[in-house]
C-alpha cells in the first residue's frame, strides 16, 4: 500500500480543485497538487509571467514543504482539495491498521501542516465498515467546511456515507447526526463492485454525489454498469437523485469510473463512458435534466480512431472551465497490424458549452496523449495557468512510481519550455488521481517507496488579481442585502468576483458575481454581519477587500417615501468617451446597469446603484457647449417634461440636484434645447424607499434656516488651484468665516447639502467638493473668469484621524473667493434622533412658477414667494403648472430647480422657508444677457419658499424635483 495505489488495482478518480492566490511568497507562479492513481490538470496561464518563479516551470518547487515534499499520515493517499484561501486537505488510508484509520490532513500553501487543524494538523477517523479505500473522496465548500464521501459496509450492507468536518476539524454539529449524514443503503445487486466517481461541495452546504455500480456475469464475460447522482442539503439529507441508463459491456473493457463538474452557473455535468464514446449529460441545481442542452441534455464525445477502432472506454473526467468543458479518458484499441493488437491509449478533449467539440482547440477539439502504457488522464480546473492551456497528469498503470507531468499551450499543442517538449516526468511519485491548485505551485500527492507525499512542481502564472474597494452594503430587511463595490481595472468576462460574509469574524456564507453588484438573501435579520470581495481572474483568487462596515438586515418598516445613501462620487456619463454630443434628440442614461454605464463612458462596472433605486443625486455638466442652451433631464425615454435642470451659454456649466429614474429598462432620459454640448453626469448618491431596505438602513433629511460656514472674504484665506481645502461644519466657524455659533449640524450627521459661490472669480477653471480626509473626485461648478456662478450640492461627511467632521475642497485654475452655506444635513436611521428627519419622495419634474408667464421681472430687494404644496388656482397664478405638481400639505422641504432668466443686469438669488429673513443660501449667479440655473433641498415655511433677488431685474423659474416628509407624518396628513 506505500507506494498509494489501490488494494484491488483499480484506479483512482479526480476530485475537485480551485484555483487561489500565492500567501507564502507573493511570486507570480503556480503549482498543482494531485492524489491519487492520474491526473489532466487544466489550467490557464498568460504566456508571460510578471515575476520569474523561484524554481524554472516544471521543476521541482523547494520552498514547498521539506525540499519541496511533505509527508502525510496513512499507507494511501486518494484526494486533494485546496480552499478558497489557499490551504489543502489531503485524505489518506490506512487499511493495514485494525479497524482501518481515515485521515484529513490540513497544510499550508507552503507545505506546512497546520497545527490548528484536528490534532495537529490532522483529523483522524477509526471506520470499521470501511472496506472500499479507494472510494473515498473529499470536497471543501466556500467556508471551507470539508465533506468526505466513502463507500462502508455496515451490518453485510453498503451504504454511501458522507461526513462533514469544520474548517477547526471538529465534526459539523448542523451536518446529520455529530457530522454524519444517514448513511444511504446500496441495493444488493450492485455489491459485486461500487465506487465513488466525483464528490462536489457547492455553495450553501450543497453536496453532489456521482454512484457508479457494476454487476459482474464471469460466465458471460460481461459487467452491468449503472450509476446515479445524488444531492444532499446543508444538513445532510438526500433530498434529490437522478438515475442513469443502463450499460452492458465486455470485461476487458474495465469498470468505466464516471465523474461530475459544476460550472460558475451551478449546473451539473455528468460524463461517462458509454463505448465506443462519451456520453455527458447536463443537470440543474436540482437534479433535472436540461431537456435544451445538445441533444436533449446529452452531448456526444467520440474519440479519435486515427491509428484503428475503439473497443472500450474505461475511466472518464469532465472538469468544466470558462473555456468549455474538458472531457478526458483512456481506452483500449484494435491496431491496424493484420494481428489486430489491443493497445492502451488516453485523450483529452474540449466540448464547448453548446454540448459540440470545439473546433477551434487542438485537432477539431481532440488530443491525443502517447505513449501509451500510462494510467488514465484526469481532469483538474487549474484556470489561468498557460492562458488556456492545460496540464496533464498520469500515473503508470502498473503502479510502479513514475508518472507524468504534461503541458498543453493554448491551442493544444505541447508547450516549449515546459520540460522536454512539455513533458516532465515524476520520478519515484505515482500521484493518486486527484489534483488542486495552490496559488503558485503545482503539487502532485501520491505514493512514493517511503509512503505518501504532496510533493510540489512549479509552473509559470502572471500577477494575482487586483483588490477590489471595501464593498457598500445596503439591507433590504428579512435577511436580504445589496452589495456594491468598486474595482481598479475594467470590467471584463474574464473577471468575477466572491463576496464573503463573516460573523463574529467568521465566515458564514459567500456568493458569486459577475458584475460589481449582487442582491444575496437568506442570512440572519438578527445577526451583525460584515462583507468582503475578493477578485478572481482565470489564473487565481486575489485578496480579499477591507470589511464594509458592520450591519444588521433587520426588517423594513414598511413607511412611504425614500431614504439617501451617500457614495464616493462615480461617473454615469461621459460623452466625450462615448457617443455623441447631445442635442435635440433624446439621449438614454443607463444607472442602474452596470453594463449600460460602462457603455456610455461611465465607470467600469457601474455605480453599484441597485435595482430598488428610485431617484439619484447627480452632477450634471454641460461641457464646452457650442452656444447658448439648456438641458432637460427626465426619467425613462419619454421626452423630459419642459423644466430645466442646466443652462448654459457657451461655457462649461454644472448643476447638482436628484433626478427621479425611470421604471423601465431606462433610467434617465437628457436633451439639449438649443446649442449642442457635450454632457458629463457625475454620481453622488441614491434614494432607495423605505420598503426596500431595513428599518436601519439610509438616512432621513433635517432641513434647516440656511446658514454660512465658510467664507474667504471674511477670513482672507484664499483657496489656492490645486490645493485640497478642509472646511469644518460643526462647532465655532468663526476662523473659516461662518458663522461664530455654528448652524446646528450634529456630530452623527453623515452629509450635508450646501451651497458652494464662486464669488468675482478672477480666471477659470473647475471646483470639487467632497468628505475630508478624501481628494474630491466629482466636479461640482465650472466657473468662468469674471462670472459669478454658484450650485448646491450633497456632500458626505468626512471624518479624518487627524482632524474633525468636515468637507473638502479643491479648485482648479480658479482664483476667486468662496463661499459654503448649509441649507440642511442627512441623519442615518441608526441615530435616534433621525425621529425628526424627512424622507425623500421623488417626483416627476415640474414647473411651479414662471415670471414670464406671470408678475414679470423681478426687482432687486424684492421677495418672490413660491408656493410648493397643496393644489388650486394659486400654482397657475404663479406662471406654474394648473393645480401644482402634487406636493403633499406634510412636506417639510422641496427639491428646486432654479433659473434666473434674460438677466438685465448681473446678480444672485437665495431661497430659503417662506417668512424666515433674509434667505442665506446663494442659489444662483447670474449676468445680464444670460440665464443661470442651480437648485437645492430648501425647507418649506406655511408650504412655500421665498426667493430673494439681488441685482438684476430678472425673471425667476422654479422647478420641482421632489419633496420630503417627516418619517412618522401620519397617513391621513398627507
Not at 462620487?569 to 439621449?587: H, Y
Amino acid at each position: 500500500m506505500g507506494d498509494g495505489s489501490n488494494s484491488n488495482g483499480r484506479r483512482a478518480r479526480d476530485h475537485a480543485v480551485a484555483a487561489v492566490p500565492n500567501r507564502r511568497t507573493g511570486a507570480t507562479r503556480r503549482t498543482l497538487i494531485a492524489l491519487s492513481a492520474a491526473a489532466l490538470l487544466a489550467s490557464t496561464v498568460t504566456a508571460t509571467s510578471t515575476a520569474a518563479a523561484a524554481s524554472p516551470p516544471g521543476s521541482v518547487d523547494v520552498a514547498f514543504g521539506t525540499g519541496g515534499a511533505t509527508s502525510l499520515p496513512g499507507g494511501s493517499a486518494h484526494s486533494v482539495v485546496v480552499d478558497p484561501y489557499g490551504d489543502l486537505y489531503a485524505a489518506t488510508t490506512d487499511t493495514a491498521a485494525d479497524p482501518p484509520t481515515v485521515s484529513i490532513s490540513k497544510l499550508g500553501p507552503d507545505g506546512s501542516i497546520d497545527p490548528t487543524f484536528g490534532s495537529g494538523g490532522t483529523a483522524t477517523d477509526t471506520r470499521p465498515g470501511f472496506g472500499y479505500p479507494e472510494d473515498l473522496r473529499i470536497a471543501v465548500d466556500d467556508l471551507g467546511r470539508v465533506t468526505s464521501a466513502s463507500i462502508e459496509e455496515v451490518g453485510g450492507e453498503l451504504h454511501l456515507v458522507l461526513r462533514r468536518l469544520l474548517a477547526s476539524g471538529s465534526p459539523d454539529p448542523a451536518f446529520g447526526v455529530a457530522g454524519v449524514a444517514e448513511p444511504v443503503v446500496l441495493p444488493s445487486s450492485i455489491s459485486d463492485v461500487a465506487s465513488i466517481g466525483g464528490l462536489i461541495a457547492a455553495p450553501a452546504g450543497v453536496s453532489y454525489v456521482a454512484l457508479v455500480s457494476s454487476t459482474v456475469d464471469v460466465n458471460e464475460g460481461t459487467a452491468q454498469h449503472t450509476g446515479a447522482l445524488l444531492r444532499f442539503d446543508e444538513h445532510g439529507t438526500n433530498d434529490a437523485e437522478a438515475p442513469l441508463p443502463m450499460v452492458r459491456e465486455r470485461l476487458e473493457n474495465g469498470f468505466p469510473v464516471d465523474t461530475i463538474t459544476r460550472d460558475d452557473l451551478g449546473r451539473i455535468y455528468y460524463a461517462s463512458a458509454r463505448n465506443p464514446r462519451v456520453e455527458v449529460r447536463r443537470y440543474d441545481a436540482d437534479l433535472r435534466i436540461d431537456p435544451v442542452w445538445s441533444d436533449y441534455g446529452v452531448a456526444i464525445f467520440r474519440p479519435p480512431y486515427s491509428t484503428g477502432g475503439i473497443i472500450g472506454i474505461r475511466d472518464v473526467a469532465i472538469r468544466a472551465t470558462r473555456d468549455g468543458l474538458y472531457v478526458a479518458s483512456d481506452f483500449i484499441k484494435v491496431s491496424e497490424s493484420p494481428e489486430g493488437l489491443l493497445s492502451d491509449g488516453a485523450f483529452v478533449g474540449r466540448l464547448t458549452y453548446g454540448g459540440q467539440p470545439d473546433p477551434g482547440w487542438a485537432d477539431g477539439g481532440v488530443v491525443e496523449l502517447w505513449p501509451g502504457g500510462l494510467d488514465a488522464p484526469r481532469l483538474v480546473d487549474a484556470e489561468g495557468a498557460i492562458g488556456g492551456g492545460l496540464l496533464v497528469v498520469q500515473g503508470p498503470s502498473s503502479g510502479s512510481n513514475g508518472g507524468t507531468l504534461r503541458r498543453l499551450d493554448v491551442s493544444g499543442r505541447w508547450a516549449d519550455g515546459f520540460g522536454a517538449n512539455g513533458s516532465v516526468p515524476l520520478t519515484g511519485l505515482s500521484p493518486s488521481g486527484t489534483a488542486a491548485v495552490a496559488g503558485d505551485h503545482v503539487v502532485l500527492v501520491g505514493g512514493t517507496a517511503s509512503g505518501a507525499v504532496a510533493r510540489s512542481y512549479s509552473v509559470d502564472s502572471p500577477a494575482l488579481p487586483v483588490l477590489p474597494t471595501a464593498p457598500t452594503v445596503l439591507a433590504r430587511g428579512s435577511g436580504a442585502a445589496t452589495v456594491t463595490w468598486q474595482s481598479p481595472v475594467p470590467e471584463t468576462d474574464s473577471i468575477s468576483y466572491v463576496v464573503t460574509v463573516r460573523s463574529a469574524g467568521v465566515p458564514v456564507r459567500t456568493f458569486t458575481s459577475r458584475d460589481r453588484i449582487l442582491d444575496v438573501d437568506g442570512l440572519d435579520p438578527a445577526v451583525t454581519y460584515t462583507f468582503t470581495v475578493a477578485a478572481v481572474e482565470p489564473w487565481g483568487r486575489g485578496p480579499d477587500s477591507p470589511p464594509s462596515r458592520p450591519i444588521v438586515l433587520t426588517d423594513s418598516d414598511g413607511g412611504p417615501g425614500t431614504v439617501y445613501v451617500p457614495i464616493t462620487s462615480c461617473r454615469l456619463l461621459d460623452t466625450r468617451v462615448a457617443g455623441a454630443r447631445v442635442g435635440s434628440r433624446l439621449r438614454a442614461v443607463a444607472v442602474r446597469r452596470p453594463a449600460g454605464v460602462e457603455a456610455q463612458g461611465g465607470h467600469g462596472g457601474g455605480c453599484g446603484v441597485p435595482s430598488a433605486a428610485s431617484a439619484i443625486v447627480a452632477a450634471v455638466s454641460a461641457v464646452d457647449p457650442s452656444g447658448k442652451g439648456y438641458l432637460r433631464v427626465g426619467a425613462g425615454v419619454e421626452r423630459p417634461p419642459a423644466t430645466t435642470f442646466v443652462t448654459f451659454a457657451g461655457t462649461s456649466v454644472t448643476n447638482v440636484g436628484p433626478l427621479t429614474l425611470g421604471t423601465g429598462r431606462t433610467d434617465l432620459g437628457v436633451q439639449a434645447f438649443g446649442a449642442g454640448t457635450d454632457v458629463v453626469i457625475d454620481l453622488l448618491g441614491y434614494f432607495v424607499p423605505r420598503v426596500e431596505v431595513s428599518a436601519t438602513e439610509g438616512a432621513v433629511y433635517v432641513p434647516i434656516v440656511p446658514c454660512r460656514i465658510f467664507d474667504t472674504r471674511v477670513n482672507g484665506a484664499a483657496v489656492r488651484s490645486g490645493v485640497t481645502r478642509t472646511i469644518a461644519v460643526s462647532g465655532d466657524l468663526a476662523a473659516q468665516g461662518g458663522n461664530p455659533a455654528g448652524c446646528s449640524v450634529p456630530d452623527a450627521a453623515i452629509a450635508v447639502e450646501g451651497a458652494l459661490s464662486s464669488v468675482e472669480p478672477r480666471s477659470g477653471g473647475f471646483a470639487r467638493l467632497g468628505p475630508a480626509g478624501d481628494r474630491p473626485t466629482a466636479t461640482v461648478l465650472n466657473v468662468a473668469a469674471r462670472r459669478p456662478v454658484a450650485t448646491t450640492s450633497i456632500v458626505p461627511i468626512g471624518r479624518p484621524r487627524n482632524g474633525g467632521a468636515g468637507l473638502a475642497l479643491l479648485a482648479r485654475g480658479v482664483e476667486s473667493d468662496w463661499v459654503v452655506d448649509v441649507t440642511g444635513y442627512y441623519l442615518p436611521r441608526t441615530d435616534p434622533a433621525s425621529v425628526s428627519g424627512s424622507v425623500y419622495f421623488p417626483a416627476t419634474p415640474c414647473r411651479l412658477a414662471d415670471t414670464r408667464r406671470a408678475g414679470g421681472p423681478v426687482t432687486t430687494g424684492s421677495v418672490l414667494r413660491v408656493e410648493v404644496s397643496g393644489d388650486g388656482p394659486v400654482f397657475a397664478a404663479q406662471g406654474g403648472t394648473a393645480g401644482g405638481c402634487g406636493v403633499t400639505p406634510a412636506a417639510s422641504a422641496a427639491s428646486l430647480i432654479v433659473t434666473a432668466a434674460d438677466a438685465e443686469g448681473k446678480g444672485h438669488t437665495r431661497v430659503g422657508p417662506a417668512g424666515t429673513p433674509a434667505p442665506g443660501a446663494t442659489v444662483v449667479q447670474f449676468r445680464r444677457g444670460a440665464s443661470a440655473s442651480g437648485g437645492g433641498s430648501f425647507g418649506l415655511g406655511s408650504g412655500a419658499v421665498d426667493l430673494r433677488t439681488y441685482g438684476g431685474p430678472t425673471n425667476q423659474v422654479v422647478d420641482l424635483q421632489g419633496w420630503f416628509e417627516l418619517l412618522d407624518t401620519p397617513a391621513e396628513q398627507r
